[in-house]
């Protein structure tokens, strides 16, 4: 289970990063937009409690129990990772530039290029526009190739973004499920 951050650990956590949970050839890598201070603090990807990424990946089917984050690791059983757009921690995404998007962006292809998941699934639709120079984007699946992956946008789990409910979070994140192909979430499982 994971713990609690002091405000203290959460401040001096401002501008680190957390390693990416990553693997070549996984079915979809995940990526946030950039990680948060409380997440900073733990290390772990989208760790304070009112982000709904951890709910919403297990009711859209992709793990078969709701994982915690300090079980982020396990991820790459189920041929999933997480990386992030910008890989610095903040107190808000607001806090980031354009121009720190976009060569995130530019990053971001690289990376997937190397590790050359599947898909890309992108939780931000306003970060994905920004970093790509996609400003008509809307959720769900993309034209066009990144890094060559498919990719899938989709809402933002924090629990700031009220446009979206856990309920159609979990939806969102289903439709995906579904349309990507995959059958099972079944850890040691091949890639598809």
Not at 135 to 161: H, Y
Not at 167 to 186: N, S, V
């Amino acid at each position: 289970m994971t713990t609690r951050p002091t405000k203290e650990q959460q401040a001096a956590a401002h501008g680190k990063t957390i390693d990416d949970v990553i693997a070549p050839g996984l079915d979809v890598l995940f990526c946030g937009i950039n990680p948060g201070l409380y997440s900073g603090a733990l290390g772990l990807h989208f760790a304070r409690p009112g982000n709904r990424f951890w709910p919403a990946l297990h009711r859209g089917g992709f793990t078969p129990r709701q994982l915690d984050p300090s079980e982020q690791d396990a991820l790459i059983g189920y041929g999933l990772g997480i990386t992030n757009v910008v890989a610095r921690t903040t107190a808000r995404a607001d806090e980031l530039s354009a121009d720190e998007l976009r060569e995130g962006g530019r990053l971001l292809v690289a990376r997937v290029a190397e590790y050359r998941p599947h898909w890309l699934a992108v939780v931000g639709i306003t970060a994905f526009r920004t970093a790509f120079g996609l400003p008509k984007a809307a959720i769900g699946p993309q034209e066009g190739e990144i890094g060559g992956a498919r990719v899938w946008v989709l809402p933002n789990p924090s629990g700031l973004n009220a446009h979206w409910t856990p309920t159609t979070l979990g939806e969102e994140f289903g439709r995906f499920f579904k349309e990507h192909g995959r059958i099972q979430a079944q850890p040691g499982r091949s890639p598809l």
